[in-house]
């Protein structure tokens, strides 16, 4: 009988914070990543923004274009985890331009005639200092079911501050227990329907 090959997630973070800057939408998906390997899912991190992502719709802009880089990573992956925060009640810029690079996969199908993101599991992150991280959900998640991604039960995780306030999800001295127990439960749902789709995928 054949083992299960090891999953593997990749994480796209779409902070507007160059690295080495701190960013809740990395700190929140660190915390994701962590609950991943607690499932026994090996996963990396790529901060978009540190990277030169050229806008389009393409697989590859050329002219040093860094999308078919991180677009490797993700062909490698089995879930793919979008963490962003909220600006103006929208993902950030960068999320929204994840969106539209991975918009060039709709042309882009492997040798059973599907797209590559079939048989993918896409999970969500979202930090904010006002209210809306559920619209911002229902966004990522409706243009990543669009791609082909498949969204577990339970596949987002998020932390929003009171309106009008300045504290960010990186300045709190501990984690919430309801945001720790909803990241759990992100990371278990994903990781169980991952491994239902490596067993048994969308038919040809």
Known sequence: MTSAKQLR????????????????SDLLAQQVMDQFAANDVKGDIVQVVDHSVKPGVAVD????????????????????????????????????????????????????????????????AVVGNEDGAHKVSADLFQALDDIGFTIPAGGATYWVGEAMHGTDFKDLDEVPDSVAQTTKRLATNATHLARALQTSPYPA
């Open 9 to 24: 997630a990749l994480a796209l973070v779409c902070t507007l914070t160059p690295s080495p800057g701190d960013s809740s």
């Open 61 to 124: 802009m050329g002219g040093g274009d860094a999308w078919p880089g991180i677009r490797s990573q993700l062909l490698e992956a089995d879930i793919l985890l979008l963490a962003t925060p909220i600006w103006l009640g929208h993902p950030s810029s960068i999320a929204q331009r994840v969106l539209e690079r991975l918009d060039g996969e709709l042309s882009e199908t492997d040798d059973n005639g599907l797209p590559h993101m079939y048989n993918k599991v896409a999970t969500v």
